[in-house]
């Protein structure tokens, strides 16, 4: 059975403003964004009946999400929940929609005044921490340490050096700069130097390898094709989706770390294109997770753009710069644009925008098919793929 294209489109985007917000909560983040996607499209929280949250339970209400956003979007019953990666979760919509299950669903995220990492963990002073054995916390660096040890074992696999990673941050700063609304473009282009004199924060990687962590919010309204003929902007269009789930959770690292083949995010990758009848070649721009330097290049190889071992090469002969083969975060992504906690739809926002041609400075000419990736626990663990296209 083939995925229902081109029958759901997004037709509403919206970011909040994203740094530090110590005057905001993370509820009034989320209802910002909430109601920004909503109005970005032309509809009105009436028209909303299908909830895509980023969590399950609403850490401020301490109920379950899907009862908590039911009472705030009009005290009305809600057709249809999806959980999951940003993603995956609107080709689940786009699949249930074009079922006749929900009309229109919004996706959503915020958070503020909350620290990612171990800086984030309460801890008792009078003895040490207790997690569950299994628990990626145990290792007092979040998941630093963890991707730290990938990075290291795929830089003496390969022969990939600092200098190499640290090419991910300098274009994705690049991208950062052109965008106003970006968290670190305002301090300015990096060079490779830049990178490598930053201090470490978990040897191979530094400073500058690594995500940031700011406050933010935003959100995504995907709706049928005859509610989106009818929206503000031209549709962007779900040509196809697929997620898939395996090992890797932060603790544990099957082997091969590196399979010719691939895991999770190559099979999402591969189910997810042939759905929407797409080949690599195809596409215009992506938004691909990047919580670490490391994490681009591996994602560009299990994807499928280049082979096992070429994600640097690809990088550093300028194929994910504006201009390149396939320009990619052109927003500056989580390492200089915002990562606001669980970014991951933020990825899906930024190629809308392109498709839209409403980029500005950094729009890519004749963008018509954009892929987003949603990443984590590492290109083994979990990741889902969403195809794009205008018109």
Request: hydrophobic share 40%; aromatic share 8%; net charge negative.
């Amino acid at each position: 059975m083939a995925f229902p294209q081109r029958q759901a489109a997004i037709v509403g985007v919206y970011t909040t403003k994203q740094g530090k917000l110590p005057d905001r909560s993370s509820f009034s983040l989320q209802m910002e964004a909430i109601k920004g996607a909503v109005d970005d499209a032309g509809l009105t929280l009436d028209d909303v009946d299908g909830l895509l949250p980023m969590s399950l339970t609403d850490h401020l209400a301490g109920t379950p999400a899907h009862q908590f956003w039911a009472e705030q979007l009009g005290e009305r019953p809600l057709s249809l929940v999806e959980l999951g990666g940003a993603s995956g979760q609107l080709a689940k919509a786009a699949a249930a929609i074009a079922a006749g299950l929900t009309e229109v669903a919004v996706l959503f995220y915020g958070k503020a005044g909350q620290l990612v990492g171990p800086r984030g963990t309460v801890a008792p002073k009078d003895k040490a921490p207790r997690v569950p054995e299994w628990s990626f916390m145990q290792h007092g660096a979040y998941m630093t340490t963890w991707y730290a040890l990938w990075a290291r074992r795929y830089m003496h696999e390969f022969g990939v050096t600092s200098a190499d990673l640290a090419e991910v941050a300098v274009f994705t700063r690049h991208h950062a700069v052109l965008n106003p609304d970006s968290v670190m473009g305002r301090k300015g282009e990096i060079t490779v130097d830049d990178v490598l004199s930053s201090r470490y924060i978990c040897e191979p990687l530094h400073l500058l390898d690594c995500s940031i962590d700011n406050d933010g919010g935003y959100a995504v309204v995907i709706a049928s094709a005859e509610v989106a003929r009818n929206c503000r902007h031209e549709p962007v269009w779900v040509l196809g989706g697929a997620e898939a789930y395996y090992t890797d959770f932060y603790g544990t690292i099957n082997d091969p770390w590196f399979p010719e083949g691939g895991k999770s995010v190559r099979k999402a990758t591969d189910r997810a294109f042939g759905l929407a009848g797409i080949t690599r070649d195809d596409i215009d721009v992506a938004g691909l997770y990047d919580c670490f330097t490391i994490t681009t290049i591996r994602n560009l190889e299990e994807m499928g753009f280049c082979k096992l071992g070429e994600g640097a090469d690809f990088v550093r002969e300028g194929h994910c710069r504006l201009g390149g083969r396939m320009p990619t975060n052109t927003d500056g992504g989580l390492l200089s644009n915002s990562h606001s906690g669980d970014p991951s739809g933020m990825h899906t926002i930024e190629v809308v925008r392109q498709l839209r041609g409403t980029c500005g400075d950094r729009q890519v000419p004749d963008a018509r098919i954009g892929v987003s990736l949603q990443q984590g626990w590492a290109v083994h663990g979990m990741g889902s793929v969403l195809v794009m296209a205008r018109d």
